[in-house]
C-alpha cells in the first residue's frame, strides 16, 4: 500500500504522469457488502468495531453519501449509516 498509480487512462500512451506521482493509500475493511477506510495515521488503527445492533432482526448497514440537517440542507458525512426496516430513521 504505497500510494503508486498504476495506470492512467486518460494519459497519452507515453506519459510519464503516473510515474512521477504518488495518491494516498489507506488501509480498508469490507463488511456486509461496504468497504471502510480509515484515514488516520496507520499506527493508530483502531479495530474494526462490531457492534451488537449490527445483529437485531431487520436491521441493514447502508453506505449514504450525505444527509439532510433540520433544515433539510444536504450535508457531507462520512462513513456509514444504518436504519432497521419499518421504522423512520
Known amino acids: ?4 498509480i498504476l495506470d492512467t487512462p486518460g494519459e497519452p500512451r507515453d506519459s510519464t504522469l503516473k ?3 504518488y495518491h494516498g ?4 475493511q469490507e463488511y456486509h457488502g461496504l468497504v ?3 484515514m488516520g495515521p496507520l499506527d493508530q488503527t ?3 468495531p462490531i457492534f451488537d445492533t449490527y445483529g437485531l432482526p431487520g436491521y441493514q448497514l447502508v453506505a449514504c453519501p450525505g444527509y439532510a440537517n433540520t433544515r433539510g440542507e444536504a450535508r457531507d458525512l ?7 426496516r419499518g421504522g423512520d430513521r
Not at 493509500?25 to 480498508?28: D, F, H, M, S, T
Not at 462520512?78 to 432497521?84: I, N, T
Open 19 to 21: 510515474d512521477r506521482l
Open 46 to 48: 483502531p479495530d474494526f
Open 36 to 38: 471502510f477506510a480509515y
Open 78 to 84: 462520512p462513513g456509514s449509516h444504518h436504519r432497521v
Open 25 to 28: 493509500a489507506y488501509p480498508v
Open 1 to 4: 500500500m504505497d500510494g503508486k
